[in-house]
């Protein structure tokens, strides 16, 4: 076991040589000690205004070419830690079905509306599209699963218009990895832009890699402890694909936060916009139990998610409404998508 370790902890040295200066892979900035600035609240008595969006979803049910999902999307506004008195959200019902139209296989995706007023609206997509494929097969339908909650969210941004806040922060890159979704954020933005609003994005993790192949994470939280910085922040910068919109930073927004997080901000913010979004993020981070993660996008995610006990409920009703010989097939169907629950459930 000793020799296993030892070859384990060998192959990882490398992650612990980091060079000088770097560029991350795909982006456009040199990163070295001199890009990483201090972050200190600039303005304490002008804090801007955020409204945080998120959204979670449960499966009801789960086929190999089918599904239903329950999903819901939240927005609040906040300044500093104090929550202001505004929120919505809405509740819709995504039907995700593989069909097949004049030889074409498409997903299909319906959406039955619950509560609130729904933003989304019915999604066609090319299972051969290649922003859904998975490798040389058909579309992967987790893919395709995930386009109604995500383009609700991105919508839902026109809702946090009524906030009046300064920044909108949604869960998440701002990156657009769906078909057809650069032309919605394009619109989005320019909307934001004209109702005087900046649309930003915060990511828990990031995959972002320098070009030797090493996590930036690991890179410029080495390079801030070299500089004894407690907040900082670290312009990546543009990346390379076209499907970008937004500037991206890396920030730490507390002393006490264990990680620094991805920071994505429109590309028209410039640098006075995000220095009062950073302003704005750090008087938000201060809560006792994840410091340096803004309590709006915590918030947000509270009441976004939704539970097991409601898509069970949904999921009784469906099944109480189908005959014997249709539950029996139903129940084929999806333990086809999903065995591996049986072994879970096992004892070791």
């Known amino acids: 076991m000793d020799e296993l370790i030892d070859q384990i902890v060998d192959s990882f040295r490398q992650y612990f040589k980091f060079p000088a200066e770097t560029v991350a892979h795909g982006f456009d900035e040199k990163l070295c000690e001199g890009n990483i600035s201090k972050a200190d609240i600039r303005c304490p008595d002008d804090i801007a205004a955020i409204s945080a969006i998120d959204g979670g979803s449960n499966m009801v049910i ?11 999307v939240y927005c609040n506004k906040y300044v500093g830690m104090s929550r202001q008195d ?33 933003p989304t609206s019915p999604i066609t997509v090319d299972a051969e599209d290649i922003a859904i494929k998975a490798g ?25 218009f009524a906030s009046k806040a ?10 657009a990895a769906y078909p057809k979704e650069m032309e919605e954020v394009s619109t989005i933005y320019d909307e934001a832009k004209a109702a005087g609003t900046t649309v930003a994005g915060l990511s828990k993790s990031t995959t972002i890699f320098t070009e030797e192949g090493l996590p930036v994470a690991g890179y410029l939280d080495r390079l801030a402890d070299r500089r004894g910085l407690g907040k900082w922040v670290a312009r990546i910068g543009r990346s390379r694909e076209w499907a970008y ?17 991805r920071l994505d901000l429109f590309e028209d913010a410039g640098e006075e916009g995000l220095r009062r ?6 008087a938000n981070s201060k809560y006792a139990y994840f410091p340096g993660y803004p309590l709006a996008l915590i918030d947000a995610h509270q009441n976004a998610k939704v539970s097991e006990y409601e898509v069970k409920s949904i999921k009784d009703q ?4 189908l005959d014997q010989s249709d539950a029996r097939t139903f129940d084929i169907m999806e333990k086809a998508a999903s065995p591996h629950g049986i072994l879970d459930k096992m004892g070791a």
Do not use: W
Request: charge should be positive; charged fraction near 25%; glycine fraction near 6%.
């Open 318 to 321: 469906i099944l109480d409404r």
């Open 136 to 160: 040389s097969q058909g579309g992967d339908l987790n893919r395709a699963l995930a386009m109604a909650r995500h383009f609700a969210e991105l919508r839902f941004i026109r809702r946090a």
């Open 245 to 261: 919109r937004a500037t991206v930073y890396y920030a730490k927004l507390h002393e006490g936060a264990e990680a620094a997080f």
């Open 277 to 282: 979004l950073l302003d704005a993020l750090q």
């Open 86 to 118: 505004f929120s919505d959200y809405c509740e819709f019902v995504s039907i995700t079905k593989l069909v097949n139209e004049g030889g074409r296989m498409l997903f299909k995706t319906e959406i039955v509306p619950r509560k609130g007023i729904c």
């Open 166 to 175: 300064e920044f909108v922060i949604m869960d998440g890159a701002l990156y």
């Open 62 to 72: 789960r086929m190999p070419t089918a599904a239903v999902v329950f999903n819901r």
